[in-house]
């Protein structure tokens, strides 16, 4: 997390019970030392504090707004339809369709509001926070490399992986 004022992306969910799987997209956004904010606003039950925080962001220094899509999904639209900062959207698998209608509707935004739609729940936060980061470093060569060292690190344990399946099998060739 980030002091106030100092943050360049910002967390938004309905509720505390989305924080288990929008803490991954805080964690991610940590391991390449990228400040964040962490905020629970909600489309439906405060929907003024919902606006002024993405009408805000912008001057607030944020650069990208992750936001949680619940049942109803609609908290990432509304923090697109009051910014023109880029907003990540993460459906979660939270109502009885297990995400389902979260991802179809955060996909379903109308022409002119985009919102960047991820997978469901901790898969969609984790990219999240990647994407957040691929688009920072445009105009940062440092994290751009930081991502280049995590990428490495992914196929090199996917590498790891093959070998130790490759001895598992032995003489099932």
Known sequence: MAEKGSATVGIVMGSDTDFPVMAEAGKTL??????????????HRTP???????????????????AAA???????????????LPVIGVP???SSLNGMDALLATVQ????????TMAIDKA???NAAIFAAEILALNDAELSRRLLLHKEE??????????KVQKQRGDHK
């Not at 504090?49 to 009408?55: I, Q």
């Not at 908290?75 to 023109?84: C, E, F, I, P």
């Not at 992914?154 to 070998?163: D, F, L, P, Q, S």
């Open 154 to 163: 992914m196929a090199r344990g996917v590498a790891e992986k093959n070998a």
């Open 48 to 66: 003024e504090r919902a606006h002024d925080y993405s009408k805000t962001a912008a001057s607030r220094g944020l650069k990208i707004i992750i």
């Open 92 to 94: 979660l698998g939270t």
């Open 30 to 43: 940590a391991k390449f030392g990228i400040p964040y904010d962490m905020e629970v606003l909600s489309a």
């Open 70 to 84: 619940g049942a109803a999904a609609h908290l990432a639209g509304v923090m697109a339809a009051s910014t023109t």
């Open 109 to 116: 935004m109308p022409g002119g509001i985009p919102v960047a």
């Open 124 to 126: 969609g936060a984790v």
